[in-house]
């Protein structure tokens, strides 16, 4: 027995862009993907969730590599856009200044990599300009729960900046 519905529907813009230079490669690889309409439908309760928390209408990834000899430099962003829900208050207050909107996220990572014949050798920065994701306050939302006042699962970093040494041996 179906109980509910989810339905979803967008669009994907794929690009790859490569270049082969004397001294090297350039590879410019993204993808932008506008979120048209979700929705949900459960025991005949239809919710629109599209620009709401955790479903942001435009959302984009993009990395940039450069290969030289045995070195590869790498810089990837990640945008996720604004999403917003009615605004809740409580029975009887004016909550006028709950927050009820998340603005828009652009978080970047670099990251460079030595390899040898069987190793390979990487550093990452991730979230390299300490970017803390939205606060969102205690607001009603229809598909999105919250975790420390923002939304998990939607793409936002929530560790802050860390590093990372990657060792690995091909055999």
Do not use: C
């Not at 004397?22 to 979120?35: E, H, M, Q, R």
């Not at 929705?39 to 955790?54: A, C, N, P």
């Not at 998340?102 to 460079?112: M, Q, R």
């Amino acid at each position: 027995m179906n109980i509910g519905e989810q339905r979803s529907r967008g669009y994907d813009l794929n690009f790859v862009f490569e270049h082969q230079f004397p001294s090297g490669k350039l590879t410019v690889d993204g993808i932008v993907t506008y979120l048209d309409k979700q929705s949900i439908d459960i025991f005949e309760q239809f919710v629109r969730l599209e620009g709401g928390w955790g479903f942001p209408r435009l959302t984009a990834n993009m990395q940039v590599r450069y290969d030289w000899k045995d070195w590869r430099f790498g810089w990837f962003t990640n945008f996720i856009g604004e999403s917003e829900e009615a605004p809740n208050f409580d029975p009887g207050t004016e909550n006028i200044d709950r927050q009820n909107r998340s603005p828009n996220y652009l978080n970047h990572t670099a990251s460079v990599r030595y390899s040898l014949a069987n190793w390979d050798v990487i550093a990452t920065v991730r979230n390299v300009f300490n970017k803390e994701p939205p606060y969102l306050g205690d607001q009603g939302s229809n598909g999105a729960s919250r975790f420390y006042n923002t939304l998990p699962g939607v793409g936002y970093d929530l560790y802050g900046r860390t590093y990372v040494m990657q060792l690995s041996y091909r055999f």
